[in-house]
């Protein structure tokens, strides 16, 4: 599936980082897909700050590509996810 969906308000459930493989998979609950799972390969960078400066929230506000292989979540607790990767797929899990 591609990752050109509105992921606003989605549930923020989890981030894993295989250090080995270098993928990253952020686990979520979308409103209309159900859990889902953005899975990265080729992670270079990744910034994962929980310091909620607009409050404690577990919801995505924008999932957004911001430049070749960049890519950020911003939280509504006011955090922003960096995720730098050669690719990002999102597809939906039968768990959850």
Known sequence: MTIDIDL??????AV???????????ELRHGTLGHCVLTFSAV???ALPRKQACGPSVS???FSRVGSGRYEIWMQ?????EIEAANVVLTQSNHG
């Open 44 to 46: 270079s960078y990744l």
């Open 60 to 62: 995505i506000n924008s």
């Open 77 to 81: 607790s006011g955090d922003l996810i």
């Open 16 to 26: 894993h980082i295989s250090w080995e493989n270098g993928t990253c998979t952020v």
């Open 8 to 13: 606003h308000d989605a549930t923020l459930l």
